[in-house]
């Protein structure tokens, strides 16, 4: 919390300076991520890791549960700084061992130390937005996090598809962990120019934290063993894993999460159904229209830079016109279902290959109406003090559901080979998500 409200002019300057800062960092992850959805195919074929590929993906999404649950706790007691250059720092070290990898296990490896960074750098963003930012300006500040997004969305595919069919895959990672090092010096402007905070007076509560971390390191290990599951077809592992996750994954999340209990716990249960099902068919996407219609990599890419120029538009929409949260989210949801299933269309010879494209802005323009609005709601509905514990059960729940929903798509792709059946039960969940929506809301 700051300590003092700045003049008005002077908190304009600061407020430029930190945004510009974490601008930099967000559009390097924002790459980083594109990079990794567009160049997968051609990283599994080399380092011959086929049985891996889902985990590639999902790995990183387990660890970030641990990063989460340290960071958001961190940032709590002792501030966001702390944690945003840990988290930063692990995570382009991530990037320099996935980017020289010699085998699929390695780079998996490069990838979760990836995961564990990010879970601590994103977290903590939201403890540095809801302590130096008023109320009235986090809609905008998270409509220019997601406008970090445009020009990763642009032009990175197109350069990771181009440098990894003409060049290799390696440079993008390794290209990525050194423009940290710019950027990290534009954060690091940015921080010094921001108003001091208040630290938060409460201490560590060493006991509940260290139950807390513990749990989110058993959430980690079921998101892990059910992802592996789901790669080696192992389904009493599945079954293991998933049910490791399922006792883990409530200790973590606001009480009534998964029945979606008014307010807090729906918002939080809204960010996993949503980011599941999105997140799950951009896994696929790639796979199915390189393997089923024979398109580049630079080509699919192009599926996915629509979809992030779309989540940008709907999250600048959001911004500009804060009101109707309720019909933004069921709007929002229903969009990435409708957009999941004109995508899902593209396996069939028939449709046009322009169908996909399309699809995929549709769902994009939906994930961008929810995704920051559920990021101000949860700093809304947070006491003070408790933004970082609150975000990170937002992120944990994200994480948790995605890694499900990745490895049961995967599982059924491994052992049917229906990509239908794969986005119907994407659809599902999206749907499930929109009839959730006026939840949000302690209103009956």
């Avoid at 649950?69 to 996935?98: E, H, N, Y």
């Amino acid at each position: 919390m700051t300590s003092t409200s700045p003049p008005p002019a002077v908190f304009s300057a600061r407020y430029r300076a930190l945004s510009i800062g974490i601008t930099a960092l967000i559009v390097l992850v924002a790459f980083e991520y594109l990079a990794v959805a567009t160049a997968m195919p051609e990283i599994g074929e080399e380092l011959q890791g086929w049985g891996l590929y889902s985990l590639a993906f999902s790995g990183p999404v387990a660890a970030a549960l641990i990063g989460t649950v340290a960071g958001g706790r961190w940032g709590d007691v002792s501030g966001p700084d702390k944690p945003l250059w840990t988290g930063l720092a692990t995570f382009v070290a991530g990037l320099v061992v996935a980017g020289l990898a010699p085998t699929m296990e390695i780079f998996i490896a490069g990838r979760l130390i990836q995961g564990l960074g990010g879970g601590m750098f994103n977290v903590a963003i939201y403890v540095l937005v809801a302590r130096v930012y008023p109320g009235a300006m986090h809609p905008k500040i998270f409509s220019l996090l997601a406008a970090a997004w445009v020009l990763p969305s642009v032009v990175g595919p197109a350069i990771t598809g181009t440098v990894t069919d003409a060049w290799t895959w390696r440079a993008v990672f390794l290209g990525v962990a050194v423009l940290a090092i710019p950027a990290s010096v534009i954060f690091w402007r940015g921080l010094a120019s921001r108003e001091p905070y208040q630290q938060e007076e409460e201490k560590p509560e060493p006991g509940p934290f260290a139950a807390r971390l513990a749990w989110g390191a058993g959430a980690a290990v079921g998101a892990a063993v059910l992802q592996y599951g789901s790669d080696d077809r192992s389904y009493p592992l599945m079954a293991l894993g998933l049910v490791v996750l399922l006792v883990a994954l409530p200790m973590l999340v606001p009480r009534g999460t998964l029945r979606a209990a008014r307010g807090l716990p729906t918002v939080v249960a809204l960010r996993g159904l949503s980011m599941g099902a999105f997140f799950a068919a951009e896994v696929l996407i790639p796979l199915m229209l390189r393997n089923e219609r024979g398109l580049t990599l630079t080509e699919a890419g192009l599926v996915l830079t629509g979809g992030a120029l779309a989540w940008s538009a709907g999250s600048w929409l959001q911004g500009k016109y804060p009101g109707g949260r309720v019909l933004r989210l069921w709007g929002g949801h229903l969009l990435v279902a409708v957009g999941i299933s004109a995508t899902a269309l593209a396996f069939l010879p028939a449709v046009p290959i322009w169908a996909p494209f399309i699809g995929w802005v549709v769902s994009g323009l939906g994930i961008g109406m929810i995704y920051p609005t559920l990021s101000v709601l949860v700093l809304e509905l947070s006491k003070p003090g408790e933004e970082g514990k609150n975000s990170g059960s937002l992120s944990v729940g994200e994480s948790g559901v995605t890694v499900a929903a990745v490895a049961v798509t995967g599982a059924v792709l491994t052992a049917t080979g229906a990509y239908a059946v794969c986005f119907a039960l994407l659809v599902v969940m999206a749907l499930a998500g929109a009839l959730l929506s006026r939840r949000v809301t302690m209103e009956v």
